[in-house]
């Protein structure tokens, strides 16, 4: 199976700062992962991914880092907005299902 | 865009009774799934669903049952429900089998009383 873990249940920034999310997980066959975002009321919603043949994917103001030594992984939100408050997990492939973490969740101070 | 709609946003049922949630995909997907989401807990694979008429266990699939009758639809049934069996339910699909994105619904709220 697979274990993962986000290291805060929740987290605050000041609008405009960076904001960093982790996560841990335990299974070093887990092959892909993804950060999905979800906002009050609605389903979780994609947001990043990244294979472990890759240490660091970037998007539109977030980056997700990889490390597999330590099997680590966060997710960074350039210039945080209002509109980035919500919940925040990762999710990690072994190869035959998905788990998921139990989330970060991300305030916007405005 | 993927869009995927569940039946209901929120239900209440009494225990013992019958439930059906509902979910529907428009993008073709070959693969749906079910889970559950409570707090300080993971979503949770409840069942999965590969092909029309095809259904695999997820992790917690004790007292649900599941029917995919035809591709686009998905359906989540608890034969008699329970007082733990009260969580947000989320369903979702994908294009791919695997190691690829899931599409997810905004999820039903479901209280047993």
């Known amino acids: 199976g697979e274990s993962v873990g986000l290291h805060l249940p929740t987290l605050s920034v000041q609008e405009g700062d960076n904001s960093i999310i982790n996560c841990a997980y335990s299974?070093?066959?887990?092959?892909?992962f993804i950060w999905y975002k979800q906002e009050s009321g609605k389903g979780p919603q994609f947001i990043i991914d990244?294979?472990?043949?890759?240490d660091k994917r970037q998007g539109q103001r977030v980056t997700v880092l990889l490390n597999k030594t330590v099997k680590h992984l966060s997710l960074q939100i350039a210039a945080t907005q209002p509109g980035d408050s919500a919940v925040y997990f990762c999710?990690?492939?072994?190869?035959?299902?998905?788990?998921f973490g139990t989330g970060t969740s991300l305030t916007v101070i405005p | 865009d993927v869009k995927v709609t569940q039946s209901s946003r929120y239900l209440v049922k009494r225990t013992g009774e019958k439930v059906f949630l509902e979910c529907v995909q428009d993008?073709?997907?070959?693969?749906m799934f079910w889970y559950r989401q409570d707090p300080g807990l993971g979503l949770r694979l409840i069942y999965f669903?590969?092909?029309?008429?095809?259904?695999e266990k997820g992790d917690i699939p004790e007292g649900y049952s599941v029917s995919r009758e035809k591709k686009e639809r998905f359906s989540l049934i608890l034969e008699s429900a329970s007082t733990n069996q009260t969580s947000m339910y989320l369903c979702?699909?994908?294009?791919?089998?695997?190691?690829?994105?899931?599409?997810f619904g905004p999820g039903t709220r479901l209280t047993v009383l």
């Open positions: 979702a699909s994908s294009l791919l089998p695997r190691s690829y994105e899931q599409f």
């Open positions: 299974n070093s066959a887990s092959d892909y």
């Open positions: 990244i294979r472990s043949n890759m």
């Open positions: 999710a990690a492939d072994t190869g035959n299902q998905f788990y």
């Open positions: 993008m073709d997907h070959e693969n």
């Open positions: 669903s590969y092909d029309v008429k095809m259904k």
